[in-house]
């Protein structure tokens, strides 16, 4: 262990949510090491104001998976705390290799030389999904539990990143969804998101479902994003038979495009609402989108 400058081992570092950890770890006294496939994009500013890495960074890891980041043995040696915001999200890859082999496999080296705490950043409602990437998460999340590894997981209700889309649809005239728009989502930044888990890191286990400081319907979401973008809302109430009819097309066009069509739409069906935290309004977020 480094009693002078804890170290916590960063995984999905170039990330929305990866990047903010990075940034609040240092700022809170830790030595990041973090994985990245690529220095020069870790270094660049990320998307949706995330932060660039260049100089949160202590140690760089330049590795597509765990066992090329291993490949001297030394991936774990000093770390205090693993820190995984690492899952497919847009990217062209499988849910059950990323959000469950690869942190599994990380977490089995973590375990190996005795890491004080593994803290994953999850999603709310995995146990309900039926997507692969919900299941995939959820798979993760119950491997971890059992770890000798204290297990900390962090279920964020939403991540602002994931709202410009709505924002998108505003500035064009027209934006949709299932139904009335009634289902309450509690949306979190991504700095109030690291700034939470980075709290946890000195604690033991445990299990957090957490959102933003305020709860919202997605019809109001939608109605901040025409505010921001200076238009007069026009909202498409999408029957549900409709977006059932959209993943059984999605099945068809492949694992990947079906995994992401389910998650998606399952997330609009269901309330998400964590435990509340941050400062940043989404009104504020879209307003920055604007300007």
């Not at 009693?3 to 960063?10: A, I």
């Amino acid at each position: 262990m480094n009693s002078l400058r804890p170290t916590v081992l960063l995984l999905g570092a170039t990330g929305y949510v990866g990047r903010h950890l990075a940034e609040r770890l240092d700022a809170e006294g830790y030595r990041v090491r973090a994985v990245v496939r690529d220095k020069a994009r870790a270094c660049a500013p990320g998307a949706w104001g995330s932060p660039s890495l260049a100089s949160h960074v202590a140690e760089w890891i330049v590795a597509r998976d765990a066992a090329e980041a291993n490949r001297d043995g030394a991936l774990m040696e000093g770390v205090d705390h693993v820190v995984s915001a690492l899952g497919v999200t847009r990217q062209k890859a499988e849910p059950w290799d990323v959000d469950f082999l690869m942190n599994l496999a990380y977490l089995e080296l973590a375990e190996k030389r005795d890491v004080a705490s593994f803290l994953y950043v999850g999603v709310m409602h995995a146990d309900a999904g039926t997507s692969m990437l919900s299941r995939s998460k959820l798979a993760f999340m119950e491997a971890l539990r059992r770890s000798s590894v204290a297990p900390q997981i962090v279920n964020p209700s939403g991540y602002f990143s994931d709202l410009t889309e709505i924002y998108d649809l505003a500035r064009r005239g027209l934006a949709a969804g299932l139904g009335d728009g009634s289902v309450r989502l509690s949306p979190i930044h991504g700095a109030d998101l690291a700034e939470f888990c980075v709290a946890k890191l000195p604690g033991g286990a445990g299990t957090w479902d957490v959102g933003g400081p305020e709860v919202l319907t997605y019809r109001e979401i939608v109605d901040l994003a025409f505010e921001a973008a200076g238009r007069t809302p026009r909202y498409l109430a999408v029957p549900g038979g409709v977006g059932s009819a959209a993943i059984w097309f999605a099945d068809r066009l492949g694992p990947r495009r079906a995994s992401l069509t389910r998650f998606f739409l399952e997330g609009m069906r269901t309330d998400s609402v964590g435990q509340p935290t941050g400062t940043r309004t989404l009104r504020d977020y879209y307003a920055s989108l604007r300007d």
